[in-house]
């Protein structure tokens, strides 16, 4: 669904982000297809102006301060080109003809030079620091959207998506979008500069405004020669960043693995191969460049002989005056420079309009998931229940069929199965990460579809097998900033995680920093740190998704215990693979195959089900072969 844009906080305008991505991508961020790239590049320079409209909008005040700056900037270097002329037909000449200075005059004209470049210094200060404010501000604006939207997006799009490329989409890419922005209002100084100077070359002159107006159609006809060549080789080189990116991100992120299983070389290869893609890509985006720009410098210098040429011509003629000769070759050697300006937003252009595709492809990406209006005001343990859910991944796979079962106020229910059996698919259903695609899932006999999105939050909570830690302190780590949280709650949350005794241990307590990842704390200390996260919010219904794999058997039973004998108001769904902790629940469900194989007490299972029966036996010879290689280590 696309956002709407509020006023006090515009973000990327929605409706310009479906017009500019319809026919450029196809909404789940696939690449855009070959046939729609010509179109696309037809219609580049359009695209490229409707980014810099949208940016203008976002920040109008900025823009206007800045473009300020750039016409008086651009008005005093007319003026400069008046007073030249006067002191070189009022000064120079007669000093040189009288053989003496004129005191009275010289200081004058010096005075007005000097009054004029002071001008010109601070407006063209003021269009550098707003210019530059601006440009910042509008990749704030886009990087604030670009991740609201990935917090937004369900987590079966990000399933399909490489971090790397994440980072990519909200760095390089804005940074990408937004490059015209900086020399945009030195832009509009210099075509603010052109066609008062044409008026005033038209006023001296009309052969030498005639050399002017030829130079402008001239520049921007190089420029969309230029811009349709750079497109296709700007957008690849975009792409490939973002592929460096990836690439990096996953070497980093597994750098562990890659050590261990002795990978370096070929990881490095790798990173090798794809930073030397991007390298090629650039070389030949510079070379695009390389032989455009000399031309779009030249071109300005080349009208400034011509104008002279013409010039001396039309004076000899009699047709111009010395002080007019002066002041239009003054003027245009100072209007040379700058008409570049123009030519630099155009020349950014092709990769500022790749940038900004790739963003929108983030922030109108569809999939959200909706909301309900309904909010659980209960106190008591939850009620969950799965009325013939079905489950297929957005690949096909089908993951759940046809279950069934509920887990009543404050029962703990072991959820048991072989892996790929579908549990952590019905903890994610659980708690609305996915939706099913067949049946009902309710809470408190609601279904939790119709569920508001803090009363889900409020009500249920998913601790997973990868404990998540950010870089924080112990204590910021389990409130999360949730109204609320008191430090009574952190303290009781930590005790029942089996958490209390390591953290009082850690340097600071409560208030010792994790460092990323909280790669401080051993495995399955990280995990009863999150239990206690969960747990510190009071949910209604918790979901332990493997979530003690890590933890000591004795400390998991006294997790599990710890919840049933709370008293705190909560029903507890647990993926288990130990005998005692399955023991302890008051109910099992046994899934095989993505559908439910029996449901009842662990007791009554083990009787009447051999699947049921071989699997914990297997569990069971697990654990206790781990166990034994874990005392053989230690001993
Ligand atoms: N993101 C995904 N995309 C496609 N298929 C998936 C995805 N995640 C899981 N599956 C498939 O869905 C089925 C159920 O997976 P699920 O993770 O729920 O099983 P599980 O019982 O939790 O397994 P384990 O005990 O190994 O964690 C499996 O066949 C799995 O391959």
Known sequence: MSRSVRRDDPEPDAEAVKERTETAETGDGADTPATTEDRTDKRLLRRGLKNIRDAVRLEPKLFTVAVTGAI????????????????????VVPSYRQQEFLTGTVVLGILALFALSLIRFTSMATRRIFAGAMMFQVQAHYRRAVTRRYLSLPISWHQKRQTGTLLSNANADVEAATRPLAPLPFAFGTAFMIIASVAVLFSLDWAL??????LVPALFT??????????????????LRAEVSAVA???????????????????????????????????????????FEPVITALPEIASVAVLLVGLYRYQSGNLTLEQLVTATFLFTVIAFPIRAIGWVLGEIPTSVVGRDRVDRVISAKGDMTYGEKHLDAEHAAELRFDHVAYTYPDGT?????????????????????TGSGKS???????RLVDPTRGRVELDGHDTLGLSHASLAESASLVTQIPFVFDDTVRHNITLEREGVTDRDVDEALAAAQADGFIADLAEGVDTELGERGTSLSGGQR?????????????RLMILDDATSAVDPKVEAAILTGLKDSGQATSVLVVAYRRASISLADKVVFLKDGRVADIGTHTDLLERNGAYADLVTAYEQAEAEREFEEEETKA
Not at 399 to 417: N, R
Not at 529 to 536: D, H
Request: charged content about 25%; glycine content about 8%.
């Open 222 to 239: 190089l420029n969309g020669v230029y811009a349709t060549r750079m497109s296709p080789r700007a957008k690849r080189a975009q792409e």
């Open 398 to 418: 089908s993951a759940l069929d046809d279950v069934s079962f509920t887990i009543e106020h404050g029962e703990t229910v072991a959820l048991v199965g072989a």
């Open 527 to 539: 995990q009863r740190l999150t239990i206690a996260r969960a747990l510190a919010g009071r949910p």
């Open 249 to 291: 991100h996953e070497s980093f992120d597994g750098a562990l693995v890659v050590k261990a299983m002795g990978r370096e070389e070929q990881e490095t290869r790798r990173f090798r191969d794809s930073a030397q893609r991007l390298r090629d890509a650039l070389i030949r985006v510079g070379r695009i460049r390389a032989a």
């Open 209 to 214: 405004a005639l050399v002017a107006l030829l």
């Open 72 to 91: 008086v900037n651009s008005a005093t270097q007319i003026g400069a080109s008046f007073a030249v002329g006067y002191i070189v037909t009022g000064v």
């Open 425 to 431: 698919t019905i903890a994610h259903l659980a708690t």
